[in-house]
């Protein structure tokens, strides 16, 4: 009787423990919900806000794009907190932190880039900051300080006369986006002092994945009324679903549930562009998401699978949606970055890169921001290595005393000092 009795607790305990076991992983995936502050939660209202100006802005210039707005936001906001006076209330009213300090602006981004990290530990998300400055440029230790500790950055100097330079930055942002971006720089102007880029990667499996034998071929139709034939994949589940009065939306969760893909799929008669004016802003968002949350409805869902690249300079955009002083040498203002005077945006561009399948979906992002010094601060060159005239002159009455020009040299013997 004693032996069962320890037999059947034994087996008790070995119970508990495979349970245990079992529930360890499961809670260690659990999704990690991010709790915001109000002040917080404004902000990133207001980064959304920007995220939208950005995406419409786009719209007018290109038909297919992939954007990056929070890789956008990091690589500006960094570079603002070198910026002062009306260069710096333009770069911070454009990003949506007109109302707020840079203190709230860099707190809120450190907490939100250490938090989606670890928000679904299903879904893989990548985030890193770095400065590339051109060795021997002076950059003040409190610039320094401030992107490091707020947007964790790594900060280099390196000889941009190198040919090594070019490939130690893009080698350092295929390391960051897995390869998928692996050249964002194809080569560094003289007058170049100063990169800072953010890099940023995705990768995440569906939540409800498709069945790869059930994906088919079929027509693609565009706004045009132009069809091709593109691969699709397909799934009958239950999902968040909304309608608007613009389009149907749906969203596929990935991992754990932390993040998601939205479709927004304009109703028939209805071009993407009116969508996106009329309900791709803020408020539309609001209510698109709220609706998401409230309902929920059983679909078939069929979508393409694709992969895509996408580069896009960003400067006349951001020109065109009221930043500008930052781009202009010479009144442009970078004190808080450098004692160096004349500096000013030379470089604002995004790559990005995505690929869904039955799987999931993969994208990554590079953005770069380039500061250059003003041409009244680079030696203009003035290499005498042709015919010259030259002039002896008397300063203060202008007479000239000896003339000439210089079209060739008799042969000279080798100078030797003595």
């Known amino acids: 009787m004693k032996n069962t009795w320890n037999i059947n607790l034994a087996a008790v305990i070995l119970l508990g423990l495979i349970t245990c076991c079992d529930r360890l992983p499961q809670q260690s995936n659990q999704r990690r919900d991010i709790v915001l502050t109000k002040t917080e939660?404004?902000?990133?209202?207001?980064?959304?806000?920007?995220?939208?100006?950005?995406?419409?802005?786009?719209?007018?210039?290109?038909?297919?794009y992939f954007l990056s707005p929070l890789s956008a936001s990091l690589a500006l906001s960094m570079t603002a907190n070198g910026t002062a006076g009306e260069t710096a209330s333009q770069m911070k009213e454009v990003l949506g932190f007109d109302s707020y300090s840079y203190k709230d602006m860099n707190g809120f981004f450190k907490k939100i880039s250490q938090a989606l990290v670890q928000a679904d530990k299903l879904t893989e998300v990548g985030l890193a900051n770095s400065i590339w400055i051109r060795k021997g440029f002076p950059v003040k230790d409190s610039y320094k300080e401030i992107v490091k500790n707020s947007y964790l950055a790594q900060i280099e100097e390196l000889d941009f006369f190198s040919p090594l330079a070019v490939k130690t930055i893009n080698d350092w942002c295929s390391s960051k986006t897995k390869g998928r971006i692996d050249k964002i720089i194809d080569q560094i102007e003289p007058a170049m002092v100063m990169y800072l880029i953010n890099a940023l990667y995705f990768k995440g499996?569906?939540?409800?994945?498709?069945?790869?034998?059930?994906?088919?071929?079929?027509?693609?139709?565009?706004?045009?009324?132009?069809?091709?034939?593109?691969?699709?994949?397909?799934?009958?589940?239950?999902f968040p679903y909304v309608e608007t009065e613009y389009a149907r939306v749906a969203e596929l969760?990935?991992?754990?549930?932390?993040?998601?893909?939205?479709?927004?799929?304009?109703?028939p008669g209805v071009h993407t562009n009116r969508v996106i004016k009329e309900e791709m802003n803020k408020t539309g968002w609001e209510a698109i998401t709220s609706g998401l949350e409230r309902n929920k409805r059983r679909l078939t869902v069929s979508m393409p699978k694709f992969k895509y690249e996408y580069e896009k300079n960003l400067i006349p955009t951001l020109q065109a949606m009221g930043m500008v002083i930052p781009f202009i040498g010479g009144v442009a203002d970078f004190s808080n970055l450098s004692p160096v005077s004349g500096l000013y945006?030379?470089?604002?561009?995004?790559?990005?890169?995505?690929?869904?399948?039955?799987?999931?979906?993969?994208?990554?992002?590079?953005?770069?921001?380039?500061?250059?010094?003003?041409?009244?601060?680079?030696?203009?060159?003035?290499?005498?290595?042709?015919?010259?005239?030259?002039?002896?002159?008397?300063?203060?009455?202008?007479?000239?005393?000896?003339?000439?020009?210089?079209?060739?040299?008799?042969?000279?013997?080798?100078?030797?000092?003595?």
């Open 205 to 238: 499996p569906w939540t409800k994945s498709f069945d790869q034998s059930s994906s088919y071929r079929d027509y693609f139709y565009s706004d045009n009324n132009t069809r091709q034939m593109v691969d699709y994949m397909i799934q009958t589940d239950t």
């Open 345 to 418: 945006i030379s470089l604002v561009k995004q790559k990005t890169f995505i690929e869904v399948n039955e799987k999931g979906t993969e994208a990554a992002a590079v953005t770069v921001v380039g500061i250059k010094e003003s041409s009244a601060n680079n030696p203009l060159p003035f290499y005498i290595n042709r015919s010259f005239i030259y002039i002896i002159k008397e300063k203060s009455t202008g007479i000239i005393l000896f003339m000439g020009k210089m079209s060739f040299f008799e042969e000279q013997e080798p100078h030797n000092e003595r």
């Open 41 to 64: 939660q404004a902000i990133s209202a207001d980064v959304n806000h920007f995220a939208f100006n950005l995406f419409r802005q786009v719209c007018l210039e290109d038909e297919n």
């Open 253 to 267: 969760p990935y991992g754990n549930e932390a993040f998601s893909m939205v479709l927004v799929l304009p109703n």
